[in-house]
């Protein structure tokens, strides 16, 4: 089946009819507000919608990812062929006893204020982080000393044949901003974060404390990925970039930050094709001048407008 309307048709056989647009224009879902259209964009309700689309897709053999928040990824301009997941609706936070068990969807900042609210301890340090459980467990997402790894007790995801599994932490191979479930092909959709009690105020300290740097030292006030690139071995990124001149350096509508070296804002209505410029030009000055190669953090996906 490769005809766009008869994938259109089983889409609403499988998702509730108003979850499923045609050629949606993803740059309205990103942090960066950056990227071109995908055909498809569901949203699915129930974890049963999702196994469903999943079984379809390998069946058609339709391309499919996984969309959280969008504050790690730049989609190209040309957009992305195939089904884009959005698992915004599933958002369900709760707890039991000292843990906290949070559906995919809901973001890494609301199940850290949940714990707050619990008075429990451990997720402090994904109070800033704008991305989605899901999200946070494919980057395995950290902030200021601490990382998913250090908290996640088990996850159940869907694999790749549309089961529902459940996998510990351990089996997860979460390590510096990194995981195995982009090549196990999991789809992450419930995590248990084991967590310790402490008092409220204790909590709310720390977080405070995190939010302030975080709001001083980074250009909130303008979209963006976060930190581009990941932390080189034995250097800092910013460090690097700020030390070879690149704040300020635009290209098009995209400029290297002049508040945190390390990102790189969208100022002025830049593309896709502006940001992945300037990412290059970051690495190639840096690689230059120190010899140090910048690996991306951020992911970029998508096809090229021309192609
Ligand atoms: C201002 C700003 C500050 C940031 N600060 C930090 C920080 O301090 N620390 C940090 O680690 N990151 C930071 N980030 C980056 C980002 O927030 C994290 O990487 C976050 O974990 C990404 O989550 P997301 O839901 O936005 O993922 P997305 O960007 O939507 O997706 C990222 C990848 O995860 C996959 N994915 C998403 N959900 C699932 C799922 N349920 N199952 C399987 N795969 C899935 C997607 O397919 C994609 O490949 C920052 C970003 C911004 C914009």
Redesign the pocket.
């Known amino acids: 089946m490769n005809n766009k309307q008869k994938i259109h048709d089983k889409l609403l056989e499988l998702v509730k009819k108003d979850n499923v647009k045609v050629d949606e224009l993803l740059k309205n879902h990103?942090?960066t507000k950056l990227g071109g259209r995908a055909d498809f964009f569901i949203t699915p309700t129930s974890f049963e919608e999702i196994q469903k689309v999943v079984k379809f897709s390998n069946e058609e053999n339709i391309p499919f990812?996984?969309?959280?928040?969008?504050?790690?990824?730049i989609i190209k301009d040309g957009g992305i062929r195939g089904i884009i997941i959005s698992?915004k609706q599933l958002n369900d936070i709760s707890t039991d006893g000292t843990t906290v068990v949070a559906q995919?969807?809901a973001r890494?900042i609301d199940a850290s204020r949940h714990a707050l609210n619990e008075k429990l301890s451990g997720l402090e340090f994904a109070c800033?982080?704008?991305?989605?459980?899901?999200?946070?467990?494919?980057?395995?997402?950290?902030?200021?000393g601490g990382?998913i790894k250090d908290v996640l007790d088990y996850a159940y995801?869907i694999d790749k044949h549309g089961e529902l599994v459940k996998r510990l932490a351990s089996d997860l191979e979460l390590d510096y901003?990194t995981s195995n479930?982009?090549k196990n092909k999991?789809?992450?959709?419930e995590a248990t974060f084991s967590l310790k009690p402490a008092k409220y105020e204790d909590i709310k300290e720390v977080m405070d404390d995190l939010t302030y740097k975080?709001e001083s030292k980074?250009p909130?006030e303008y979209p963006?990925?976060?930190?581009v690139f990941k932390r080189p071995p034995g250097y800092f990124a910013g460090k690097l970039i700020q030390d070879s001149q690149l704040q300020g350096t635009t290209i098009g509508g995209a400029e290297v930050s002049t508040k945190h070296a390390g990102?790189i804002v969208n100022k002025n209505n830049a593309t896709t094709s502006d940001y992945i410029s300037l990412i290059e030009h970051v690495q190639k000055t840096v690689k230059e001048k120190f010899g140090v190669d910048l690996e991306r953090?951020?992911?970029i996906?998508g096809e090229d407008l021309s192609s």
């Open positions: 990103l942090y990812m996984l969309l959280g928040n969008g504050s790690n990824l698992l995919s969807g890494i800033g982080i704008p991305g989605t459980v899901g999200g946070a467990l494919y980057m395995n997402a950290g902030a200021y990382e995801v901003r479930i982009e999991d789809i992450v959709i975080r980074q909130l963006s990925c976060g930190s990102f953090e951020v992911r996906i």
